[in-house]
Every structure is written in structure tokens, then in C-alpha cells.
């Protein structure tokens, strides 16, 4: 074993984050030790400097921004194709007779896969609600057609 | 317990401070540290618990700053922090914002390899072990990078 400290020893000690004890050891080896004095005095300029860089500033929203959920896209395509074709069948199979009870459904089956998908997020949300208007429109101009 | 949610709030701010010491711009650190903590979130089932946490959380830093280094096709010349020198070798600690700006352009220079242990021992404050784990190599090897690293920055400083 060396007699002398470390280079993590020095440098924890220039730093000041040395536990008290091996602090006041390494201060009165000083005193005796002209190579650990060197060996001081040449890692107190660095760590000085090091030290000089400020703690940058976390951006506000990066914990949340990491814990949205992830979109899962093609979740998302394959429900709006899902409430598109259930509205289209619904409407093709009952046209004209009874078009308020086509367009109940198709609502409320959009909402249903909505609320089903939600956790997808934000964007799940946007699209499922596009895809729920969309099929709306859609079974209103169909139960129009003669 | 190890939630995602107190995981990324207790690591947003030690895996930003760390990518923006790896990284030359401020933009290029935020989308790092972004990517970074998104993974460590994700990835929270693949990690050892019987290992410790931070040489874990730090190997995907690096991995996601290493990665982003190497995408970058240009210097980004711009990006570079405007400096100036003060006398070479001058030790006294001109004006602040000027220290700082030296320290980080000599962080920058430094090859990938030692900025990275310098950071983590300089700013994160991790212990050689701690080091060697999270770059899985041993012991010697971290406190070899780290002896260079600081000459590195020594020369690069042009201080003692
Ligand atoms: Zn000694």
C-alpha cells in the first residue's frame, strides 16, 4: 500500500466533500509529506475551474414529458377503422327507416372505443373523436341517399 | 418503491445535468436528456434491483449522448461557445461566465471517453466503483481515464 493519498483522495479533499476525518489525517500528513503537497497543489487549480461551471437548469417538463404515455398509432388506426366500418354496416343494414337510432349507435360506439382507448393519450383521444364525427357524417349522408 | 413516475422525477435533473456536459449545445442536450429519461422510464423492468440504480441510469445517458454524438454529420460551428482567452496559462479566475465558458469548451474537446468519466466524477459525483460498474470495466480503467482526463483538461486549460 501506498503511503501516500490517492488522486481521489486529493481531489475529494480540494473539493471539500472529504468525510472529517480522513480530512483532518490527510492535513497533518500534509505537513510532513512535500509529495502530497505537490500532488495538492496540482489538482486544487483544476478542480477550482471544474467546479467554476454552473448546475445547468432542468427544463420544467422533462420528468412529465417522459412519463406520457406512449401513442400507440397503430392502436389508434386500426380502432377508427373499427368504429368506421361498424357505423357503415350499421347504416347500410337499417338506410332510411330508422336513421336516429343508426346514428346512436355509431356514436355511441366511437365513444365507447374512445373511452376504451384513452390511455393511448392526447392524441388517441383526437383521433378516436375524429373518427366518431367522421363516422357520424358519414351515416348521416348514407341514410340520406335514397 | 421503484415507480416510473418517482424515478423520472428524482433522475430529470442528475441525466439533464449530465447529457449537458456531454453534449456542445444546450438544444442538443435537452432532446438527449429527453430521449434519455424516456428510456430509463420505459426500461425500468429490464434493470437488475439487487444492482444500484445510478450506474444504470448513467449507461443509458451516455449511450443516448454517444448515440447523438455520432448522428451529428456536421460540427455544428455555431453551437460553439464564444470565448475570450484570457492570457494562456493564466490562473486567476477571470470573470465568471468567461471561467465557465472555458471549462465547458475544453469539456467539449475532450474525447467522448474521458468527458464522460470526468462528468461523472466531477458533476455526479460518483464514486470510481460506481463508474466502473456503469461502464462495466474495471477498476484501474476508470481511475487511468480519469488521471488522463484531468491532464486532458489541464492542457486544455492551460492551468498549473
Ligand atoms: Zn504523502
Not at chain 1, 61 to 84: E, G, M, Y
Not at chain 2, 115 to 135: F, G, P, Q, T
Request: with cysteine.
Amino acid at each position: 500500500m501506498s503511503p501516500h493519498f490517492d488522486l481521489d483522495t486529493v481531489v475529494r479533499f480540494v473539493r471539500g466533500d472529504l468525510d472529517e476525518a480522513h480530512a483532518i489525517e490527510l492535513a497533518l500528513h500534509l505537513d510532513d509529506c512535500p509529495t502530497c503537497r505537490a500532488r495538492v497543489a496540482r489538482e486544487e487549480p483544476l478542480t477550482r475551474w471544474l467546479a467554476a461551471l454552473p448546475s445547468p437548469e432542468t427544463p420544467a417538463a422533462l420528468a412529465d414529458r417522459s412519463l406520457a404515455p406512449a401513442v400507440d398509432t397503430p392502436a389508434i388506426a386500426v380502432a377508427a377503422v373499427c368504429v368506421t366500418v361498424a357505423t357503415v354496416a350499421v347504416v347500410l343494414a337499417n338506410p332510411v327507416p330508422d336513421l336516429a337510432s343508426g346514428l346512436v349507435v355509431a356514436r355511441a360506439t366511437a365513444q365507447a372505443l374512445a373511452g376504451l382507448l384513452a390511455v393511448t393519450g392526447t392524441v388517441g383521444w383526437i383521433a378516436l373523436w375524429a373518427a366518431a364525427v367522421g363516422s357520424t357524417l358519414a351515416a348521416r349522408r348514407l341514410s340520406e341517399s335514397p | 418503491m421503484l415507480t416510473p413516475e418517482r424515478v423520472a422525477r428524482a433522475w430529470a435533473s442528475p441525466v439533464h445535468r449530465y447529457c449537458r456536459r456531454m453534449m456542445p449545445s444546450e438544444a442538443e442536450a435537452d432532446d438527449a436528456a429527453q430521449e434519455a429519461l424516456i428510456k430509463v422510464v420505459r426500461h425500468l423492468d429490464r434493470y437488475d434491483r439487487t444492482r444500484p440504480l445510478a450506474p444504470w441510469v448513467y449507461g443509458i445517458a451516455r449511450n443516448t449522448c454517444l448515440d447523438a454524438l455520432r448522428r451529428r454529420t456536421h460540427k455544428r460551428e455555431d453551437d460553439a461557445v464564444e470565448v475570450i482567452d484570457p492570457a494562456p496559462g493564466a490562473l486567476v479566475l477571470v470573470d465568471e461566465a468567461q471561467t465557465a465558458a472555458r471549462v465547458r469548451r475544453a469539456l467539449v474537446t475532450l474525447p467522448d471517453l474521458y468527458r464522460d468519466v470526468l462528468v461523472l466524477y466531477h458533476y455526479e459525483n460518483l464514486k470510481y466503483v460506481e463508474i466502473a460498474e456503469s461502464l462495466d470495466v474495471p477498476l484501474g480503467t476508470v481511475m487511468n481515464r480519469i488521471f488522463r482526463a484531468r491532464q486532458k483538461m489541464r492542457e486544455a486549460l492551460e492551468v498549473a
